[in-house]
């Protein structure tokens, strides 16, 4: 008879039980436990992962599984938000409280806002000695391995624009790279596949009873899943052998969602934000290797620069979404590739029209969101206008700002309904210049060494 589940909310205690890899299988397990309930274990499968024959790189994995199970932690404990958080002895992990804590309650943010639950006053890591050192650790550094792996990436991939043109940017560089992706999307694997290139599919496996914790009533609502597969891909970066670990982050992830009525910024984007990607850069450099080099290749970039790059990449138009709605680890929550109500779906429409025309837009998606009246509260929250900007992976207020004020001087745009009607509000409201938006910034952790490759191709001139 299996045990029965209890009711996180109720634990006093949240337990980081083990974490063990099979280089047989391929298999990583993480275990985590509420209390004396049962055992919370989740799988992740590398497929054809061979087990390095360097002890430097199999002490390197072993120091990024442990992360790994600390990073994907936050999707269990976050059920019960249990006061006590009890962690194995880490020693080699020494430091990381800091960014553990930062962690935990930036990612968990929103669902603490949503379910008006005080995050901050409940993550107490023990275990992960407290005091993070603000700079790189000189005494962890010496303990960290000394890897030798080939400069070649492994990419992130998503089914959206992003990845797609993260993607071209990286081989602009002259890098050798692998698609990488968590989970099975089809959607994904047609996107790789357009561009000529394998797909490396690494799975995921949640514990089977969180759901029924969820269903159960158990505190649920975001998580940091960027934060997750960067830990994912730190551990297949040592496995495979890749230098690079990379994403496809943009500038705009940096923006607060929202600003709570305490002040407190909330940002769903937190685990793509750039905060993020340099505390994380610095856990890899103190803690496994020095040599890994984690980054936002769009890191420079706007949304609306993103998307005038796509624009004019058209053989993805046809085949690749930015609706959420197609990618979660148990499948598409869709027919078709947009839902056309959501707001990755509105942002999709507003940014797209900057760069094609309507005709073009339609084709894409399958409508013209611009001009369906049912949509105006959507595009106000995507522009800030009376309404909070949603929390979804969509670009800054001041980005859909301008970009819809510039849809009302072109006129195969400007008499669209949501055009029409939002730009008396426009016209009272701040709209940042769009030329301003469309330049890359100088902000970005990227490898000098690709830098320059892609300065010299150019691609750091956002017109190209």
């Keep these: 008879m299996s045990q029965a589940i209890p009711d996180p909310r109720e634990s006093t205690s949240f337990q980081f039980t083990e974490c063990q890899y099979s280089p047989a299988e391929g298999v990583i397990r993480l275990v985590y436990r509420f209390d004396n309930g049962p055992e919370l274990v989740e799988r992740i499968t590398f497929p054809y992962a061979p087990w390095p024959p360097e002890a430097s790189r199999q002490s390197a994995f072993q120091s990024a599984l442990e992360i790994l199970h600390l990073v994907a932690g936050v999707s269990y404990y976050k059920a019960g938000l249990s006061p006590n958080m009890q962690l194995r002895p880490l020693s080699s992990l020494a430091g990381m409280s800091g960014f553990l804590t930062e962690l935990y309650v930036e990612g968990l943010a929103e669902m603490g806002y949503l379910n008006q639950l005080d995050v901050a006053g409940r993550v107490r890591f023990s275990g992960a000695e407290a005091g993070a050192s603000q700079g790189l650790d000189p005494d962890r550094l010496g303990a960290v391995s000394s890897l030798i792996l080939p400069d070649r990436a492994l990419v992130a991939m998503g089914g959206g624009k992003d990845s797609l043109v993260g993607l071209n940017l990286i081989k602009r560089a002259g890098v050798e790279v692998l698609p990488v992706c968590i989970g099975g999307s089809d959607l994904i694997m047609q996107t790789v596949k357009a561009a000529g290139l394998p797909l490396l599919q690494i799975r995921r496996e949640l514990a089977p009873q969180?759901?029924?914790?969820?269903?159960?009533?158990?505190?649920?609502?975001?998580?940091?899943?960027?934060?997750?597969?960067?830990?994912?891909?730190?551990?297949?970066?040592?496995?495979?052998?890749?230098?690079?670990?990379?994403?496809?982050?943009?500038?705009?992830?940096?923006?607060?969602?929202?600003?709570?009525?305490?002040?407190?910024?909330?940002?769903?984007?937190?685990?793509?934000?750039?905060?993020?990607?340099?505390?994380?850069?610095?856990?890899?450099?103190?803690?496994?290797?020095?040599?890994?080099?984690?980054?936002?290749?769009?890191?420079?970039?706007?949304?609306?620069?993103?998307?005038?790059?796509f624009s004019t990449m058209?053989?993805?138009?046809?085949?690749?979404?930015?609706?959420?709605?197609?990618?979660?680890?148990?499948?598409?929550?869709?027919?078709?590739?947009?839902?056309?109500?959501?707001?990755?779906?509105?942002?999709?429409?507003?940014?797209?029209?900057?760069?094609?025309?309507?005709?073009?837009?339609?084709?894409?998606?399958?409508?013209?969101?611009?001009?369906?009246?049912?949509?105006?509260?959507?595009?106000?929250?995507?522009?800030?206008?009376?309404?909070?900007?949603?929390?979804?992976?969509?670009?800054?207020?001041?980005?859909?700002?301008?970009?819809?004020?510039?849809?009302?001087?072109?006129p195969e745009w400007r008499d669209h309904a949501i055009v029409r009607l939002l730009q008396a509000d426009l016209n009272r409201v701040g709209v940042p210049g769009l030329e301003g938006l469309m330049q890359p910034c100088a902000k970005h952790c990227i490898p000098v060494d690709l830098l320059k490759s892609l300065e010299e191709a150019g691609e750091f001139d956002a017109r190209r």
């Excluded at 998580?223 to 705009?252: D, K, Q």
């Excluded at 595009?379 to 510039?406: I, Q, T, W, Y």
Aim: glycine residues 8%; contains cysteine; charged residues 25%.
């Design 314 to 410: 058209k053989k993805y138009h046809s085949i690749y979404s930015s609706c959420n709605r197609n990618f979660h680890l148990d499948g598409p929550r869709i027919e078709g590739r947009w839902c056309l109500d959501c707001p990755k779906c509105l942002f999709a429409a507003l940014s797209l029209a900057l760069f094609l025309t309507p005709q073009q837009v339609a084709a894409i998606q399958g409508g013209d969101l611009l001009d369906d009246i049912g949509q105006e509260d959507g595009f106000r929250a995507l522009c800030n206008l009376g309404r909070d900007k949603p929390f979804e992976c969509v670009g800054e207020a001041g980005e859909s700002r301008a970009a819809m004020a510039h849809l009302s001087r072109k």
């Design 210 to 309: 969180l759901e029924k914790m969820n269903r159960a009533g158990a505190w649920n609502g975001h998580v940091p899943v960027t934060a997750i597969n960067s830990a994912v891909l730190l551990c297949a970066s040592i496995l495979y052998g890749f230098r690079y670990i990379v994403f496809s982050n943009e500038r705009s992830a940096d923006e607060a969602t929202l600003i709570s009525p305490e002040g407190a910024e909330i940002n769903h984007q937190y685990s793509k934000s750039s905060s993020f990607e340099k505390s994380f850069r610095k856990v890899i450099a103190e803690q496994v290797s020095q040599e890994i080099e984690y980054f936002s290749i769009l890191r420079p970039f706007s949304e609306l620069g993103i998307v005038e790059r």
